[in-house]
Structure formats: structure tokens, C-alpha cells
């Protein structure tokens, strides 16, 4: 594992959330020492990985809708990207009212559950009705959509992955708890919830206090 | 931000999870090249790491019972660990009915909405019906819970927090798109969705590709 562009990676994501922060207030400029601030790291982190953006930044700071630009041609949310997300259980409705993927460019396209009461049904953003898990090897193959987004059963991760490879999906995003094999060449996202709640619980262990400092919000 | 000591915990909590894995298949030991190979890290990483918590390895590698007990107690989990939900929309719904927290020893002993149509309701894992969000002082004045779980609306979010940690919660696992102040004192762990799908995107980009590999399971 080579964590340093993993965590290149999340900083990038954090930096551009920062911006649009600043940006939806009217802010023209940001500082690498406020940017800094914000996250948490060191002013010559926040230069360092800027600078490979071409960014530059002048003694009054960063252009904001430069940064802005750059950020999303970088994290490929400069377009619209199409998703299908397998599974509309509680989690799986909650993904699709969720106005934050909608503001990022992200539609979700289609959906596909084995449930027979929820096919024909829409929720939040979803573009068409819900259809039969059964239906999903058509649909891949007429329909070029990047991105599947997994919320189902444990035992189902593996089997649908096949069929999501086998129908040439690019990237997988997956929510449940265990984590499937995919080729080199499809991109597979964990949302580690579990390990999430473990590492507060780490936290809040008293003998592991000098972690606690200064590491929430990494 | 010490990166380290964050990628340390998630590490651990990874670690945990596998060795869990391997006892419910009955296996007796492991190997730091088997762990190394799992989590795509160095074996000297792994040996580093399990080194810390006093577990040696021997020739024929970790005893899977003993590493499971050590790492339990670091993690904070070789005892139950109460929580609470604000918040029971879809999402909250969802969390209630995960058994996986309920495995590790993580209980729902209450949950809060502003909905009135939900009080009295219980869903999945959930102790007690659903109580008023208005409820919560005086719940938290009365029990002593350590972890508040967030699963409402970006703009209650801030808000719901100050209540919370002026009743004394030790931390809080937030889902929402913001992320709050908290005092010190406060543990704060956001599960950071939608950077989980920045992430995702930034990969499928073809310019990427030179991080895409072997990076995706970190």
C-alpha cells in the first residue's frame, strides 16, 4: 500500500469541498495557510499539492474559481456522471434522496432491486422506475453507465459484482460490509462504515488518549 | 494532522476484522505475509504494528485468539458500547437494522426525531421506541451513553451537536455532509460519503490511472 496517494487523494476531495464552500459565500480568495487551518495540515502540504494543479498562488492567496475549475477536472466531476445503484433497501432510498451526489454531477440513472413491491417505484433523484435485479445484464450491456453503487446483502456483494464486471461497469461503490474482488482494471471504493465506528471507539478508549488529540477530522 | 496515527487505526480496525473473518473459518494462526497480503501493506508493517500490542509471532505465526482478544481491548470493543440516534429518516433506519454494530458489541439503546409520526415506533437493532428529539436533554441528563450516532439534516446538524456534548456525550459518529465543531474533549469521527465517491471518481479518470493501481484497497 502506498497510503501517501490514498491520502493525496482524500485531501484533494476535502480541498474542493472547502472551496465550494467559500465559494457558495462569496469568497474571491483563499490562503494556503487557511486552507491549512481548515484541514489540519501544514501551509507547505496545502502549497505542495496544489502546485501539482498548475495553480499558482499569488501574496493574496488562490484564485477561488481557478481552484475551483482545476479541482473538478481533476476529481472527474467536471461532467455529469452517470450511476445505477443495485439494492433499494432503507440505505439504498437514503443514497437516492441524498441531494449532495445530485449537486456533484452525479445522477443515478437507474435502479435495481429483487424486492417484486418496489419495482416500478421511484425515489429522490432516481431517473426511472426501479426494476428487477433480473433486468441488470440487459441494461449493462445497452446502456454505458461508469458507475454501479452496491447496497445490498453481505452474501449478494460477490455475485452481483460478476455480473456488474461481466456487463463491463468501470467502478464499483460499494456500502456493504464485506469487500468484493474486482479485476485490476475496474475501480472498487469501500465506504468502510464499521471501520469508521471502530475507530471512534479506539478514540474513546482512555489508554489510546494521545491519539485522540488533534486526529478527528483527518 | 499526524497522518500516520490515523492510518494506524484504520489499519487496526482492518486487522480486526480480518482476524475475525479467519476465526469464523476455524483457523488457529496467521501469518504477517497472509495479513501484509490481505491489506496490500508491507509484512514489516503488520509485525510493526501487532509488535505494539505486545503479540508476538512465533514461526508459525500470530494465534488468531489471543491477537483477537489484544485488539478488542484496543479498539474499545471487548465490552458493549451504548449509543444513541438522532435521527431515524431512511438512513437512521437503515443503521438501526445493520447487525454488523450489534456483532461488535455496539447497542442502540435509544433514538430521537423530530417526526412525531415515529415516535413510539422501533425499527431493526433499537432498544427503546423512538423518542422526541425535544427528549434529549433530559435523556442525556439521565443516562450515561458515551456515543451519539448523526443521522439527520446538514442544517440541525450543528445545533444537535451543542446539545449533545452540553448532556456529556463522550463522541459522536456523524453522517452528515457538514462536519461540526466539538470541543477537545469530543470525539468527532465523520463518515465522509461523499468524498468516498470524489475518490472513486478521481480514479476512473483516465489522467489518474497512475494512482488507480493496487490503491484501491487501502
Not at 42 to 48: I, K
Not at 130 to 137: D, F, G, N, V, Y
Not at 174 to 198: C, G, H, K, Q
Request: glycine share 6%; net charge negative.
Amino acid at each position: 500500500m502506498d497510503y501517501s496517494s490514498d491520502a493525496y487523494v482524500h485531501r484533494i476531495a476535502r480541498y474542493y469541498r472547502r472551496i465550494r464552500h467559500l465559494n457558495q459565500f462569496g469568497a474571491v480568495r483563499v490562503s494556503s495557510d487557511e486552507l491549512a487551518d481548515y484541514m489540519n495540515i501544514s501551509p507547505s502540504q496545502v502549497r505542495t499539492d496544489l502546485s501539482k494543479l498548475g495553480v499558482g498562488q499569488s501574496g493574496y492567496g488562490y484564485k477561488i474559481s481557478a481552484l475551483s475549475e482545476e479541482l473538478e477536472k481533476l476529481l472527474g466531476i467536471d461532467k455529469i456522471n452517470e450511476m445505477i445503484l443495485i439494492g433499494v433497501g432503507k440505505l439504498g432510498q437514503a443514497l437516492l434522496a441524498y441531494p449532495g451526489f445530485y449537486r456533484y454531477g452525479f445522477r443515478f440513472r437507474a435502479a435495481f432491486d429483487i424486492n417484486p413491491s418496489l419495482q416500478g417505484k421511484t425515489f429522490g433523484y432516481l431517473q426511472e422506475p426501479i426494476q428487477s435485479a433480473s433486468e441488470l445484464p440487459r441494461f449493462l450491456a445497452k446502456n454505458k453507465i461508469p458507475i454501479a453503487v452496491l447496497a445490498v446483502d453481505p452474501e449478494s456483494v460477490q455475485p452481483i459484482v460478476d455480473i456488474l464486471v461481466d456487463g463491463n461497469i468501470e467502478a464499483i461503490w460499494n456500502f456493504a460490509s464485506n469487500y468484493p474482488d474486482v479485476p485490476e482494471d475496474v475501480v472498487l471504493e469501500n465506504v468502510r462504515i464499521l471501520e469508521s465506528l471502530l475507530k471512534l471507539s479506539y478514540q474513546l478508549e482512555d489508554d489510546n488518549e494521545s491519539f485522540q488529540k488533534g486526529e478527528k477530522e483527518t
